[in-house]
Structure formats: C-alpha cells, structure tokens
C-alpha cells in the first residue's frame, strides 16, 4: 500500500503562492491516482485537484480552477500542487489522497490519506 506524507504548508498573505509536496512511499506508486482535498475549520471536506496516474487526466474543483495546478512526478514518487492568487477562503488543512481508480479520488472515496499539511493565507 502506498503511504503518504504531504509538504510545504504554510502562511502566506493574499496574492502570494504556496507549492504542496506529497511524497509517496512504496513502489506501486505510478499507478495510482492522485488528488487533493482541503478542509477549512466548521466545513466540509471540499476537492481540490485530481490527477491520473499518467498524468493525461486531469480535474479540478470548481474553486480553485485556474488557480491551482496538480502535477506528478512518477520517478520520484510525488504529486505536488501549486497554489497562485491565494485567497483567505483557501485557508484549509490540505490532504493528500491516492487510488487506483481517479474517479475515486474526485469522489473522496480513497484507498488513503495522508495527514495534511495546513495552509493559511492572510488578508
């Protein structure tokens, strides 16, 4: 099973950008799906980016489309998301998760999670 650790939260302030790592162990990596969530204290956990495990598909939530940008990395084993024109509502604890299937990921039905990393963006 693969096993996930996320990096590079932080604090920026608005307009800035912040680039999110999630290092996988385990070699069955590059083929899996793998996607970020966010969830912001008193809400719901929200889809932020999915990407396949080749990289030809690519979704994003609707929130930070255009904004935000999923890539992976198979040869070392990372997914990372860079985050530009942050706002204050994308202030959230952001997760790493993985699954064979990308439909999966875009549903929040994963095989694994990571802990998350917190991103804080101030105004």
């Known amino acids: 099973q693969v096993q996930l650790i996320e990096s590079g939260g932080g604090l920026v302030q608005a307009g800035g950008s912040l680039r999110l790592s999630c290092a996988a162990s385990?070699?069955?990596?590059?083929?899996?799906?793998m996607g970020w969530f966010r969830q912001a204290p008193g809400k719901e956990r929200e889809f932020a980016a999915a990407?396949?495990?080749?990289?030809?598909?690519?979704y994003y939530g609707n929130s930070v489309q255009g904004r935000f940008t999923i890539s992976r990395d198979n040869a070392k084993n990372t997914v990372y998301l860079q985050m530009n024109s942050l706002k204050p509502e994308d202030t959230a604890l952001y997760y790493c998760?993985?699954?064979?299937?990308?439909?999966?990921?875009?549903?929040?039905?994963?095989?694994?999670w990571g802990q998350g990393t917190l991103v804080t963006v101030s105004s």
């Open positions: 385990g070699r069955t990596f590059s083929t899996y799906a």
């Open positions: 998760a993985a699954d064979p299937v990308v439909g999966a990921v875009v549903a929040g039905s994963v095989e694994r």
């Open positions: 990407i396949s495990w080749s990289g030809s598909r690519i």
